[in-house]
């Protein structure tokens, strides 16, 4: 009965005057799944989702909805999906409940369930015994779990969150998170745009978007193997800030970057450099604790696609 | 239908809920009109008089004296008797302290003394056209003056040839609708007409605009309602919100500066609700290319200095080239403050109202129409 695909992009293309913010893109969601929507600012992240929520019409190319065509039946839809935007767009002015008693109208809940619904929200976003707060005094971690709690009210198929954690304490974050899981086991897919490389992490599957274009797409180990070039040095070393602009004038790295208190290089043959490597930063009187090739982070693939897609 | 209805009402209690918990808004636009209304009604309702004036009287005979006692009984005049001297009375006059001086010249008793030898007698007035309405009260207070002045003196000639004179006919004047020409009666019903038009006009635009600052219109647009419902729901308020504000300053102007209302109630409160909705949806267009509360509110403050220029409130219509004349009528302020002023004054019915209720409703329509337009393209 349901359709395994809660999207299908066909070479959805979008062109504001002569800028092409979107240029033909195509992928698949599937039901059920948390598909993470990844990439700097600017590369197109937000125009397709806007595409995919029937607000900005397709230059090209054809997106289906849970079977409708944006273009056309985006009204049919609208009841069956849910959209969270970067700006937690509550009324701040408004309790915790005329929130939720406000969206839950618009989108049609009346009476039982109604009630039904605001109880289980309130519940599930741990806001029990704040619903008379106003929300603009709310902190930011029950704001976005507010904010999320009206986007779900009418527990709509298809969930698109744009940026959601931005702005939100670590602790708050792993809760959403916890919530998005619930969400996807019990049916609902996920469409997340994302800044977090450990958030990218968790998705079932990722698209990489960069200048309008999708340049990798896949699981996450998936993206991991197929998309990195080279491998990832991490080197444990004394004064990494030092350490790393020595290196940065070294020859023949693709990237060399803080990862933490550590420094990660990227390059094609890096595992035969090691011993090169550490004699350069003792040379400059930098003891070098570890050096090890190990597998790349989705932070490390990131940067590397970002770089390589600038380069090409 | 039944659907949509309850979509508009429930974006309708939430806009009185925002209402309701803003304190800086709220007062300001439910208070600050009827507050507005009763410094105008106090500050227009006295007449101009007792100006601050000096006479320089360089002449010594009778005749001088007289003039210059009729000077001081008037009341639009208030004479300082310390300022004698020219010089000094002309700069207090530029240093606005004075509004009028005047000059009995020399010899000025003598050119009265015989109707056969008399000359004109000139007397000097020198006035701050600085102020112009205190100067028009002054020139129409010494023009009065002249009058009596020169009646006097005939009869006191006429007196002395032994003629015998009953009375100086003078014309009847009667001023219809406001018999003491008070200026409060011509300000407050205009004033009405602004103060609608910003309430209607900024509280539709400005809950429009606030939803697009905050990023909440598109969380609007998502919903299942359409874009017109939430038009609809978002602009509907601002009636019930400009009709109190309405009925407040007709019974602030009504009961506390004595306005007339000679026409008939139904009328009144049917052209003022029709204008109400053509300001409304002028706000409802403003507010389809701001996209934020400080650009909408600049464009209502914008308009409304378009509007009041062109609404005969200070400058005449009459007076303006014919095309400006023509694109008046466009102008819904000017049909508003007429109607207004013309059934609570002059009593009018219907058939006097009818081209500006009729000219109101197409503009409503025609406004209403351009705003749907926008908002629609503007999705895409």
């Known amino acids: 009965m349901r359709n395994p695909n809660a999207i299908v992009v066909r070479g959805l293309t979008k062109q504001f005057d002569s800028f092409t913010a979107v240029d033909e893109i195509s992928f698949e969601i599937k039901t059920g799944e948390i598909f993470g929507f990844l990439g700097p600012n600017g590369a197109g992240k937000t125009t397709t989702m806007r595409m995919l929520l029937g607000l900005v019409k397709p230059t090209a190319g054809t997106a289906t909805v849970l079977g409708f065509d944006v273009r056309r039946d985006v009204r049919l839809l609208r009841a069956r999906l849910g959209y969270m935007s970067q700006r937690f767009t509550l009324y701040q002015d408004l309790t915790v409940d005329e929130n939720l008693t406000f969206y839950g109208r618009a989108y049609g809940l009346e009476k039982e369930r109604l009630l039904a619904r605001k109880a289980a929200i309130v519940q599930m976003a741990g806001l029990l015994g704040r619903e008379r707060t106003l929300t603009r005094d709310l902190a930011g971690g029950w704001k976005q779990r507010l904010a999320l709690g009206c986007a779900i009210i009418h527990e709509p198929d298809l969930l698109f969150l744009d940026e959601p954690t931005a702005g939100v304490d670590p602790v708050s974050r792993r809760a959403f998170w916890d919530l998005l899981y619930g969400l996807s086991a019990g049916g609902t897919t996920v469409f997340v745009t994302t800044h977090y490389m450990d958030e990218a992490e968790h998705c079932h599957r990722l698209a990489f978007i960069q200048n309008g274009r999708i340049v990798a797409l896949g699981s996450p180990s998936q993206v991991k193997q197929t998309v990195m070039r080279g491998q990832v040095l991490e080197i444990e070393c004394d004064s990494p800030d030092r350490a790393l602009q020595i290196l940065r004038e070294e020859k023949g790295f693709d990237e060399v970057a803080l990862y933490g208190a550590n420094i990660h290089v990227v390059a094609e043959d890096v595992s035969g450099r090691i011993a090169e490597i550490e004699q350069t930063l003792v040379k400059e009187g930098i003891s070098v604790r570890s050096a090890a090739v190990v597998a790349p982070s989705l932070e490390d693939v990131f940067i590397s696609t970002v770089r390589t897609g600038q380069i090409d | ?380």
């Open chain 2, 1 to 380: 239908m039944k659907a949509a209805l309850a979509r508009i009402s429930n974006l309708v209690r939430k806009e009185f809920t925002h209402f309701t918990r803003d304190r800086l808004l709220t007062p300001f636009i439910l208070f600050g009109p009827v507050a507005e209304l009763i410094m105008i009604g106090i500050a227009t309702s006295g007449d101009i008089d007792h100006l601050p004036t000096a006479i320089v009287i360089q002449d010594r005979g009778e005749r001088g004296a007289l003039f210059a006692q009729m000077v001081d009984a008037s009341p639009v005049f208030k004479v300082d008797d310390q300022i004698t001297d020219g010089d000094n009375a002309r700069k207090l006059l530029q240093d606005g302290r004075l509004t009028a001086v005047f000059t009995i010249p020399e010899g000025f008793s003598e050119d009265l003394v015989d109707p056969l030898t008399a000359r004109i007698a000139p007397v000097g007035l020198l006035l701050d056209g600085a102020d112009i309405f205190a100067a028009e009260a002054a020139k129409y207070g010494a023009e009065e003056v002249v009058d009596d002045f020169s009646t006097a003196v005939s009869m006191d000639w006429m007196h002395e040839a032994g003629v015998a004179l009953t009375a100086i006919e003078e014309p009847t004047i009667e001023v219809l609708y406001n018999k003491d020409l008070k200026k409060s009666f011509y300000e407050l019903p205009a004033e009405m007409g602004i103060m609608l038009y910003f309430v209607a006009a900024g509280v539709a635009s400005l809950g429009i605009a606030r939803e697009r600052e905050r990023g909440t219109w598109e969380q609007l647009l998502v919903t299942p309602m359409r874009p017109l419902e939430i038009i609809i729901g978002k602009a509907l308020p601002a009636i019930p919100i400009a009709y109190a504000v309405f009925l407040m300053m007709l019974a602030v102007s009504l009961g506390g500066f004595g306005l007339p209302m000679r026409g008939s109630w139904p009328l009144l409160l049917f052209v003022v609700l029709l204008y109400i909705l053509v300001e409304l949806s002028v706000g409802v267009l403003i507010s389809s290319f701001s996209r934020s509360q400080i650009q909408a509110f600049l464009l209502v403050a914008t308009l409304m200095m378009v509007e009041f220029i062109f609404s005969g409130y200070i400058f005449a219509v009459d007076t303006m080239p014919s095309l400006i004349q023509t694109l008046s009528n466009f102008i819904p302020m000017k049909h508003g403050l007429n109607m207004v002023r013309s059934i609570l004054l002059r009593g009018v019915g219907l058939d006097a109202v009818g081209p500006s209720i009729l000219m109101l409703a197409a503009l409503g329509s025609g406004v209403i129409a351009v705003a749907t337009l926008i908002v629609r393209r503007r999705l895409d």
